[in-house]
Nanobody, 128 residues
Framework: QVQLVESGGGLVQAGGSLRVSCVAS????????MGWFRQAPGKEREFVAA????????YYADSVKGRFTISRDNAKATVYLQMNSLKPEDTAVYYC?????????????????????WGQGTQVTVSS
């Protein structure tokens, strides 16, 4: 089992920056990929970014490419999402997720059902 706990959400003005974190505990050695998703009220959960746990390869949604950066600290079992140039449409609950089985293509990380564990989410609100 892997437990995920997000933190760092909050209220920020448009154009500002925020960093959210996700700490993994439990069987962290079994993690292959960690991802960030977000869900706004009335909308489906949306892929944001993913990172491979060993090689650090990354994959981003087009909507955040160039503004958001995903990174990880294996020693701390933590994944970060640095969000710059925030827009009101970035407002959502941000969730981290972990996959604990091998994979062949990181592009499949955009699917929520590809992951095995989820955190409880952290609210990010961007005011205009």
């Amino acid at each position: 089992q892997v437990q995920l706990v997000e933190s760092g959400g909050g209220l920020v003005q448009a154009g500002g920056s925020l960093r959210v974190s996700c700490v993994a505990s439990g069987r962290t050695a079994s993690i292959y990929v960690m991802g960030w998703f977000r869900q706004a009220p009335g909308k489906e959960r949306e892929f944001v970014a993913a990172i491979s746990w060993s090689g650090g390869r990354t994959y981003y949604a087009d909507s955040v490419k160039g503004r958001f950066t995903i990174s990880r600290d294996n020693a701390k079992a933590t994944v970060y999402l640095q969000m710059n140039s925030l827009k009101p449409e970035d407002t959502a609950v941000y969730y981290c997720a972990a996959r604990n089985s091998p994979y062949s293509m990181l592009v499949r990380s955009i699917r929520p059902d590809w992951y095995d564990y989820w955190g409880q989410g952290t609210q990010v609100t961007v005011s205009s």
